[in-house]
């Protein structure tokens, strides 16, 4: 089962990464920063940085997936590996998303 659910706030605003031919949903991706409470070595605290993309039919959301607002998601995590095969690449494709903010 492949199933996430954060809650996080976006950094930076939504970018519209693909319109769809007949101009009714958008692709958008952005970072949803997430607290994390672990630390690295030097014992500070790190937040995750997790890339998100998702479809919308919904002109509100141009202007609501804006920078700093905090949101949740509800997707799927995709896995791609990059050119050389080496590096593998994981982003969250939201299946919904909530305004809480």
Known sequence: MNLVNIIGQIEGDAEVAYTSKDGNS??????????????????HKEDDLI???AWSTVIEDE???????????E???????????????NEIYANRVLYLS
Do not use: C, E, M
């Open 26 to 43: 958008k692709l958008y991706k952005f970072i949803v920063r997430v607290p994390n409470k672990s630390k690295n070595k030097t014992y």
């Open 63 to 73: 202007f609501s997936l804006h920078d700093q607002a905090i949101i949740g998601i």
């Open 51 to 53: 890339n998100v993309k």
């Open 75 to 89: 997707g799927k995590i995709h896995s791609s590996k990059g050119k050389d095969s080496t590096n593998i690449f």
